[in-house]
C-alpha cells in the first residue's frame, strides 16, 4: 500500500497493526489473514502537524506512543482513537520512542517503577529525554551525542537505556540514577538498538552488520554480518543497511530488516563454558 512507512503489532493474536502513514497520521488496521486482504482499516489517528517518525504499542495492544518531526510525542488510546497525553520539550524532530516491555510495567506506567513512570525519546536535537508520565513533563535530558539520534531503547527491567545514532556511539544510561554510564563505539551510524529480553546484552545496527555487546563485561559476544543474495563477487553495489531490530519473547531469535526487503533471522547458540 502506498504512503505507508511503518508498522507495529502486537504480539498478543487478534490485536491490530498500527501503520504509520506520510500523511501525518496513524492508520489502525484490524488483522482479517483473509486470502485475498490480509486486513482492513479500522481507524486514522489524527494529531502530529509533521511526519511521524516512529511509533510503538504497549504490550497489551491498548496504546500507543508515536514521534514526531513536529518536535513531540503522543500516547494514543486505540480504542478511543485519540491522544491521552501529548509531550513537548525537543527542540527538532523526534526520531525514536521507547517504553518497557512488561505488559504490567506498560499499563501502569512506561517503567518497572510504579511510583515514578517514565517514557524516553531522542531525536534530531543530539538529546534523549526521559519524561514523567503522570504530568506529561520532562525529568532529565541526557547530553553527550554529539550528531543526531536515529534510535533509543530500556532495557527490560527499565533500569537502562541505550542512545545511537550519527556519531556512531552507543550510549548507556541509568535511568534511576539519571547518568551516563558507558560508551560503546562502532564504525558507522547506528540505525538501531535493542536489549536483549533474557541476557545481559545490547544489540547494534549499523551499516550491514550488527554487533552484539556483553554489557557486564563491555566486549563484543559477536559480529553478525548478512549473506548477499543475487550479488556477483565483482558487483560495487553497496551492502543492503540493517534499519531496525527485534528479539524474539525467548531470547533466542534475532530479527533484522534490512534496506533490500528481507528480514534476516538469526538462531542464539552459546557454547557451554
Same mark, same amino acid.
Given at each position: ?11 498478543? *493474536?487478534?490485536?491490530d ?23 482492513v482499516?479500522? @481507524? ?18 491498548n !496504546? +500507543? ?10 500516547? #494514543?488510546?486505540?480504542? +478511543?482513537?485519540?491522544t ?7 527542540? @527538532?524532530?523526534?526520531l525514536?520512542?521507547?517504553f ?8 501502569s ?8 513512570? &517514565? &517514557? ?18 520532562l525529568?532529565? =535530558? ?23 545514532? @550519527?556519531?556512531? @556511539? ?5 535511568? =534511576? ?19 536483549? *529480553?533474557?541476557? !545481559? #546484552? ?12 556483553d ?24 551492502p *543492503? ?15 533484522a ?17
Open positions: 500500500m502506498a504512503g505507508l512507512r511503518k508498522c507495529h503489532q502486537s504480539e498478543i *493474536p487478534g490485536h497493526f498500527v501503520f504509520i502513514g506520510v500523511d501525518k497520521t496513524l492508520i489502525v488496521w484490524k488483522l482479517t489473514r483473509d486470502e485475498t486482504n490480509y486486513g482499516p479500522q @481507524k486514522r489517528l489524527y494529531g502530529h502537524s509533521h511526519f511521524i517518525s516512529d511509533v510503538v504499542l504497549s504490550s497489551d495492544g !496504546y +500507543a506512543l508515536s514521534g514526531s518531526w513536529d518536535k513531540t510525542l503522543r500516547l #494514543w488510546d486505540l480504542a +478511543a482513537g485519540k491521552t497525553r501529548r509531550f513537548e520539550d525537543h527542540t @527538532k524532530d523526534v525514536s520512542v521507547a518497557s516491555v512488561d505488559n504490567r510495567q506498560i499499563v506506567g512506561f517503567s518497572p517503577n510504579h511510583a515514578n513512570p &517514565i &517514557i524516553v525519546s531522542a531525536g534530531w536535537d543530539r538529546t534523549v529525554k526521559v519524561w514523567h508520565l503522570t504530568n506529561c513533563k525529568k532529565i =535530558n541526557h547530553l553527550g551525542h554529539s550528531g543526531y539520534l536515529n534510535t533509543v531503547t530500556v532495557s527490560p527491567d527499565g533500569s537502562l537505556c541505550a542512545s545511537g545514532g @550519527k556519531d556512531m @556511539k552507543a550510549m548507556l544510561w541509568d535511568l =534511576n540514577d539519571g547518568k551516563h554510564l558507558h560508551t560503546l563505539d562502532h564504525n558507522d551510524i547506528i540505525t538501531s538498538l535493542c536489549f536483549s *529480553p533474557n541476557r !545481559y #546484552w545490547l544489540c547494534a545496527a549499523f551499516g550491514p552488520s550488527i554487533k552484539i555487546w554489557l557486564e563485561s563491555k566486549e563484543m559476544v559477536e559480529e553478525l554480518k548478512p549473506e548477499i543474495i543475487n550479488q556477483t563477487q565483482t558487483s560495487k553495489s553497496d *543492503p543497511q540493517c534499519l531496525s531490530l527485534a528479539w524474539s519473547t525467548d531470547g533466542q531469535t534475532l530479527f530488516g534490512y534496506s533490500d526487503n528481507i528480514i534476516r533471522v538469526w538462531q542464539v547458540s552459546v557454547s557451554a563454558r
